[in-house]
């Protein structure tokens, strides 16, 4: 309805002819809806990756990028469910993001989609630091658009197959073209197959075997001179294992083999449907963005991550969502007037329905239930038994069941004013949020209690409601100031601008709260009341409250040609204040869940340089950030952590590259030669809030060939090829800790054809 609505709307307007502009190396952000300006007049720093680059670095998928952008950090561990971010010091394991995520101007409102193939990217933009003003909720650290191939500009046919370690075997095509006049159409596929890098010792079978197609149809056409229309249709299909967690002992520190006994996997089925209208007057343009999203996902996880059978979870997720923005601008106002702006409106609807049981096993019912309530009971009360209550069951299913609804809209507008040299920025948006959830935990048990008790009695339990708390409103303001000291891309600027995370519910911790309902509530069915059985959690606890910040930051940009040769760079130093900052929680004791909850108050503290030269075949890269973030204020009642590091975020990130193309103009095979070398280095990371376990610095390097023939070309491609021994991550459940090992040393040959 409202994409009809829109569409009458503007068919109804009179306007100018304006042709597509898409070209596959600009650094113009022409693509995007919200901006034209130059990426070298943007008062924020600003890493762009064209496909090419890609294609050599080997990046395929959004954690790849971790590599190429200062202070990004998202490591490759887990499953593609777990699309953990960070950036500047600020992220999440779980839930919201603070990196937005955007394909072809879309936004992507669940994270568990965000790891997908990168199938015909034309480029890779990351912004860094608060986009606010323009992006909203979930882009408090940055925002990540990918752009794609479009049809109108790009023609021909495109195909690779890759093979490479752990039995992973690539395949793609695509086909880009005009049909008529006035239609573009292109599409694509790919597929992929790895048999695994991590053996379960257990089973002696790989942990984490995936298997993944990926599908993208784009139609575009001018439905007038004046008006042009996009449809962008993307699908995703993965089935996989993961966490290959291995267990730690902090008394030796020893770290075990990876071994469970349970089912570990991820299925997923994702589906977005993009309708994008331009429409442009003699003096503005006008673009509408609609998206259809839809999420079908299933976790299967031994929680335990031992041989032990103590608990398993099945998270079964079906969500569908709706986006609609509209944005107004001038037409090409950048390029001549002193005032330009850009204003818009966006809503966003969208309903998740999880089924999420933990299934408890005898070990697990032994220790985490019968077990407190055993060693709780007095000694006048057991009769002499060593385990006075019994249950009849050897396993059984706490039953969770979550339906939320999440809505918002917000308003919006940035202007950009020229004065002289200076180039002004002030911008603002109203953020509008809310959400509702139902849910309903329950269980049934048989239990007996020996000493008064000969006969099995039947204990049912229903936890349920509606929680309707979660609803604010945000403000977010940018100002930012540029300096042009020559050439335009040669400036130094100032920004201040504030973002936030969005808030939410957990739901992992229903499960512990129905565990300690089920024990007290058997407990004073046998007139049993214990002063030190573990508290009851009230559901409205598990609400958390959006995540704010406000970052100051100052940079610049130069551009020069020294001896024959291109040299270009950016630095920037930033200061982030925030406030409520949401971070993953593992309850104490042998607790099946983890939360997400508001700590006081934190800062972050960093600096960020890139640097590229260019002379003939040679090209030189180097990209560096530096972060000390932490806690000023943060005390959980047991601890307080104040001035201790923020976990899970890396202090320094560094990325060198080096490369020689030789030409070969004499040849009629073969057109040039590329070859490269590269070191990414990350690190120190700190696991946990008490800043028990570090994880030192490490430096891996890698290295690429390429052949490029007429048509097609050949490319090898090496990672870790020293081996380096490292983690990628930390977490702990039932009281144990434990670690997963990085990728070891990873090798793939590829050929890629363009016709």
Same mark, same amino acid.
């Given at each position: 309805?409202?994409? /009809?609505?829109?569409?009458?709307?503007?068919?109804?307007?009179?306007?100018?002819?304006?042709?597509?502009?898409?070209?596959?190396?600009? =650094?113009?952000?022409?693509?995007?809806?919200?901006?034209?300006?130059?990426?070298?007049?943007?008062?924020?720093?600003?890493? /762009?990756?064209?496909?090419?680059?890609?294609?050599?670095?080997?990046?395929?998928?959004?954690?790849?990028?971790?590599?190429?952008?200062?202070?990004?950090?998202?490591?490759?561990?887990?499953?593609?469910?777990?699309?953990?971010?960070?950036?500047?010091?600020?992220?999440?394991?779980?839930?919201?993001?603070?990196?937005?995520?955007?394909?072809?101007?879309?936004?992507?409102?669940?994270?568990?989609?965000?790891?997908?193939?990168?199938?015909?990217?034309?480029?890779?933009?990351?912004?860094?630091?608060?986009?606010?003003?323009?992006?909203?909720?979930?882009?408090?650290?940055?925002?990540?658009?990918?752009?794609?191939?479009?049809?109108? =500009?790009?023609?021909?046919?495109?195909?690779?197959?890759?093979?490479?370690?752990?039995?992973?075997?690539?395949?793609?095509?695509?086909?880009?073209?005009?049909?008529?006049?006035?239609?573009?159409?292109?599409?694509?596929?790919?597929?992929?197959?790895?048999?695994?890098?991590?053996?379960?010792?257990?089973?002696?079978?790989?942990?984490?075997?995936?298997?993944?197609?990926?599908?993208?149809?784009?139609?575009?056409?001018?439905?007038?001179?004046?008006?042009?229309?996009?449809?962008?249709?993307?699908?995703?299909?993965?089935?996989?294992?993961?966490?290959?967690?291995?267990?730690?002992?902090?008394?030796?520190?020893?770290?075990?083999?990876?071994?469970?006994?349970?089912?570990?996997?991820?299925?997923?089925?994702?589906?977005?449907?993009?309708?994008?209208?331009?429409?442009?007057?003699?003096?503005?343009?006008?673009?509408?963005?609609?998206?259809?999203?839809?999420?079908?996902?299933?976790?299967?996880?031994?929680?335990?991550?031992?041989?032990?059978?103590?608990?398993?979870?099945?998270?079964?997720?079906?969500?569908?969502?709706?986006?609609?923005?509209?944005?107004?601008?001038?037409?090409?106002?950048?390029?001549?007037?002193?005032?330009?702006?850009?204003?818009?409106?966006?809503?966003?609807?969208?309903?998740?329905?999880?089924?999420?049981?933990?299934?408890?096993?005898?070990?697990?019912?032994?220790?985490?239930?019968?077990?407190?309530?055993?060693?709780?009971?007095?000694?006048?009360?057991?009769?002499?038994?060593?385990?006075?209550?019994?249950?009849?069951?050897?396993?059984?299913?706490?039953?969770?069941?979550?339906?939320?609804?999440?809505?918002?809209?917000?308003?919006?507008?940035?202007?950009?004013?020229?004065?002289?040299?200076?180039?002004?920025?002030?911008?603002?948006?109203?953020?509008?949020?809310?959400?509702?959830?139902?849910?309903?935990?329950?269980?049934?048990?048989?239990?007996?209690?020996?000493?008064?008790?000969?006969?099995?009695?039947?204990?049912?339990?229903?936890?349920?409601?509606?929680?309707?708390?979660?609803?604010?409103?945000?403000?977010?303001?940018?100002?930012?100031?540029?300096?042009?000291?020559?050439?335009?891309?040669?400036?130094?600027?100032?920004?201040?601008?504030?973002?936030?995370?969005?808030?939410?519910?957990?739901?992992?911790?229903?499960?512990?709260?129905?565990?300690?309902?089920?024990?007290?509530?058997?407990?004073?069915?046998?007139?049993?009341?214990?002063?030190?059985?573990?508290?009851?959690?009230?559901?409205?606890?598990?609400?958390?409250?959006?995540?704010?910040?406000?970052?100051?930051?100052?940079?610049?940009?130069?551009?020069?040609?020294?001896?024959?040769?291109?040299?270009?760079?950016?630095?920037?130093?930033?200061?982030?204040?925030?406030?409520?900052?949401?971070?993953?929680?593992?309850?104490?004791?042998?607790?099946?869940?983890?939360?997400?909850?508001?700590?006081?108050?934190?800062?972050?503290?960093?600096?960020?340089?890139?640097?590229?030269?260019?002379?003939?075949?040679?090209?030189?890269?180097?990209?560096?950030?530096?972060?000390?973030?932490?806690?000023?204020?943060?005390?959980?009642?047991?601890?307080?952590?104040?001035?201790?590091?923020?976990?899970?975020?890396?202090?320094?990130?560094?990325?060198?590259?080096?490369?020689?193309?030789?030409?070969?103009?004499?040849?009629?095979?073969?057109?040039?030669?590329?070859?490269?070398?590269?070191?990414?280095?990350?690190?120190?990371?700190?696991?946990?809030?008490?800043?028990?376990?570090?994880?030192?610095?490490?430096?891996?390097?890698?290295?690429?060939?390429?052949?490029?023939?007429?048509?097609?070309?050949?490319?090898?491609?090496?990672?870790?090829?020293?081996?380096?021994?490292?983690?990628?991550?930390?977490?702990?459940?039932?009281?144990?800790?434990?670690?997963?090992?990085?990728?070891?040393?990873?090798?793939?040959?590829?050929?890629?054809?363009?016709?």
């Amino acid at each position: 309805m409202i994409l /009809e609505t829109i569409i009458s709307v503007l068919l109804a307007v009179p306007f100018v002819e304006k042709g597509p502009a898409d070209t596959l190396d600009s =650094s113009i952000i022409e693509t995007s809806a919200k901006s034209v300006i130059p990426v070298e007049r943007m008062s924020s720093p600003v890493t /762009e990756v064209y496909m090419l680059d890609m294609k050599e670095r080997g990046v395929d998928s959004p954690k790849k990028l971790s590599a190429i952008v200062p202070n990004l950090h998202i490591p490759d561990y887990g499953s593609a469910m777990t699309s953990s971010i960070y950036l500047r010091g600020f992220g999440s394991r779980m839930e919201n993001p603070v990196l937005g995520f955007y394909i072809d101007d879309v936004p992507i409102l669940n994270k568990n989609a965000y790891d997908i193939d990168m199938l015909d990217i034309r480029r890779a933009t990351v912004f860094r630091g608060p986009q606010g003003t323009l992006y909203g909720r979930n882009s408090m650290c940055g925002v990540l658009s990918l752009s794609t191939l479009s049809p109108s =500009s790009y023609h021909g046919l495109r195909a690779g197959v890759e093979y490479g370690s752990a039995n992973t075997f690539l395949a793609r095509a695509s086909y880009y073209g005009k049909t008529t006049k006035g239609l573009a159409i292109g599409g694509g596929v790919s597929f992929r197959h790895s048999d695994g890098f991590y053996t379960n010792a257990f089973s002696g079978e790989k942990c984490d075997p995936y298997d993944g197609l990926s599908l993208r149809f784009r139609i575009e056409k001018s439905l007038r001179p004046d008006l042009y229309f996009e449809n962008i249709i993307s699908a995703g299909a993965l089935t996989q294992g993961g966490w290959p967690y291995r267990q730690y002992l902090p008394q030796t520190g020893e770290l075990l083999e990876t071994s469970y006994n349970d089912k570990c996997a991820y299925k997923r089925f994702s589906l977005t449907e993009a309708v994008k209208l331009r429409l442009e007057a003699e003096n503005y343009t006008l673009n509408s963005i609609s998206s259809l999203q839809v999420l079908l996902d299933r976790m299967d996880l031994d929680q335990d991550f031992t041989t032990r059978s103590m608990f398993t979870m099945s998270q079964i997720q079906r969500e569908g969502a709706l986006t609609q923005e509209i944005v107004l601008k001038p037409k090409d106002g950048w390029k001549k007037d002193w005032w330009n702006w850009q204003s818009g409106v966006f809503a966003f609807w969208k309903f998740n329905r999880m089924s999420a049981p933990v299934n408890f096993k005898q070990d697990g019912i032994d220790d985490l239930i019968l077990g407190n309530a055993n060693s709780n009971i007095p000694e006048d009360v057991a009769g002499g038994y060593d385990k006075p209550l019994l249950f009849k069951e050897s396993g059984f299913p706490i039953g969770s069941e979550f339906g939320t609804h999440t809505y918002g809209a917000a308003l919006y507008h940035e202007s950009y004013f020229n004065v002289g040299k200076w180039l002004f920025t002030a911008g603002l948006r109203l953020d509008f949020e809310g959400a509702v959830m139902d849910y309903c935990s329950d269980a049934t048990v048989h239990y007996m209690f020996q000493p008064t008790m000969k006969d099995w009695r039947k204990y049912d339990i229903l936890y349920k409601g509606r929680l309707n708390g979660v609803q604010y409103l945000e403000l977010l303001p940018k100002v930012s100031a540029l300096y042009d000291f020559g050439g335009g891309a040669n400036n130094v600027f100032a920004t201040i601008s504030k973002g936030y995370r969005s808030g939410g519910y957990n739901t992992q911790i229903f499960s512990d709260i129905l565990q300690n309902k089920m024990m007290n509530g058997l407990m004073g069915d046998l007139g049993v009341y214990l002063d030190n059985a573990p508290a009851e959690m009230d559901a409205e606890s598990t609400a958390y409250r959006p995540e704010k910040s406000w970052n100051f930051e100052a940079g610049g940009h130069f551009d020069k040609r020294i001896g024959g040769g291109h040299l270009s760079g950016s630095a920037s130093a930033f200061y982030i204040l925030c406030r409520d900052q949401q971070i993953t929680i593992f309850p104490p004791g042998m607790s099946t869940g983890r939360m997400m909850a508001n700590v006081g108050r934190s800062r972050s503290i960093g600096a960020e340089a890139t640097l590229s030269y260019g002379y003939k075949g040679l090209s030189l890269t180097a990209a560096y950030g530096y972060t000390d973030a932490r806690f000023t204020s943060y005390d959980d009642g047991n601890n307080d952590y104040s001035g201790n590091r923020i976990p899970y975020s890396p202090e320094h990130t560094l990325n060198l590259r080096a490369g020689y193309l030789f030409a070969l103009t004499n040849s009629s095979v073969v057109r040039n030669i590329s070859v490269n070398a590269d070191c990414n280095g990350i690190g120190r990371i700190w696991w946990d809030e008490a800043n028990q376990f570090v994880e030192p610095f490490v430096a891996q390097v890698g290295a690429d060939v390429s052949v490029a023939f007429h048509w097609f070309d050949l490319r090898f491609r090496m990672d870790n090829i020293l081996n380096e021994d490292y983690n990628v991550f930390y977490f702990k459940s039932v009281g144990n800790n434990f670690f997963q090992r990085g990728k070891p040393l990873r090798w793939n040959i590829g050929i890629n054809i363009s016709l």
